[in-house]
């Protein structure tokens, strides 16, 4: 078991410039496209999201909120360069779910067959686990520890948390329900995701 665990943390090192190259060059003749993806999970749940909103001048807006502790977590996957973005919602967050989440990526960016992906992730213990199953065509870098301004998925939350705020639900399942009509959109909106995700320094590649 010690060994899959230094050659996570061995790849983790890696910065995702020399994963290009090295990849560019593998695939040189496979046709395959290179593409650099990063990812991230996000809770939110029953526990309100309050923000700011408008109201008239002299009055004070007033909230429901009601303070109950049931969760679900937003698995979300973006190519900044593109703007392609993909958002699972999951009730846990644990190896199973990720792997489950990992598999279902590669299946539907047709990972190893059409195109080779570099997956930036930060170093959750079910990320790096030697436990987990890494899909053929995609291949995980770390981001270093305590570094989230450098994971560009980050930026995606505030799109998801919109029309969670200052509203109260009877049910997670009513949370679910709005919350995936909102990935939808967010799916069809590559421009203002690439706006918010491509950052100055991430990787650019001509393919």
Same mark, same amino acid.
């Given at each position: 078991?010690?060994?899959?665990?230094?050659?996570?943390?061995?790849?983790?090192?890696?910065?995702?410039?020399?994963?290009?190259?090295?990849?560019?060059?593998?695939?040189?003749?496979?046709?395959?496209?290179?593409?650099?993806?990063?990812?991230?999970?996000?809770?939110v749940g029953l526990k309100p999201l309050v923000?700011?909103?408008? #109201?008239?001048?002299?009055?004070? @807006? +007033? =909230?429901?909120?009601?303070?109950?502790?049931?969760? &679900?977590?937003?698995? *979300?996957?973006?190519?900044?360069?593109?703007?392609? #973005?993909?958002?699972?919602?999951? @009730? +846990? =967050?644990?190896?199973?779910?990720?792997?489950?989440? &990992?598999?279902?990526? *590669?299946?539907?960016?047709?990972?190893?067959?059409?195109?080779?992906?570099?997956?930036?992730?930060?170093?959750?213990?079910?990320?790096?686990?030697?436990? &987990?199953?890494?899909?053929?065509?995609?291949?995980?870098?770390?981001?270093?520890?305590?570094?989230?301004?450098?994971?560009?998925?980050?930026?995606?939350?505030?799109?998801?948390?919109?029309?969670?705020?200052?509203?109260?639900?009877?049910?997670?399942?009513?949370?679910?329900?709005?919350?995936?009509?909102?990935?939808?959109r967010l799916e069809q909106q590559r421009e203002?995701?690439?706006?918010?995700?491509?950052?100055?320094?991430?990787?650019?590649?001509?393919?």
């Amino acid at each position: 078991m010690s060994r899959p665990t230094r050659s996570l943390r061995k790849r983790s090192k890696k910065n995702p410039p020399a994963v290009v190259q090295a990849a560019t060059a593998r695939t040189e003749a496979t046709g395959r496209a290179v593409e650099v993806w990063c990812m991230d999970e996000h809770r939110v749940g029953l526990k309100p999201l309050v923000g700011k909103q408008w #109201s008239e001048r002299g009055k004070a @807006p +007033t =909230v429901r909120v009601q303070h109950r502790y049931e969760w &679900l977590y937003i698995s *979300a996957f973006v190519c900044p360069q593109t703007g392609e #973005s993909q958002y699972w919602l999951l @009730p +846990t =967050v644990n190896t199973a779910a990720f792997q489950a989440v &990992l598999d279902r990526f *590669a299946l539907d960016t047709q990972a190893g067959k059409t195109r080779e992906i570099i997956l930036v992730l930060d170093g959750a213990g079910w990320h790096a686990t030697p436990q &987990l199953k890494c899909p053929p065509g995609i291949e995980l870098v770390f981001l270093p520890p305590y570094s989230p301004e450098l994971q560009p998925a980050e930026r995606l939350w505030s799109l998801t948390d919109a029309p969670l705020k200052n509203r109260h639900f009877e049910t997670l399942e009513d949370l679910t329900v709005l919350l995936a009509e909102q990935c939808r959109r967010l799916e069809q909106q590559r421009e203002r995701i690439r706006s918010l995700t491509f950052f100055h320094w991430w990787p650019c590649i001509t393919n």
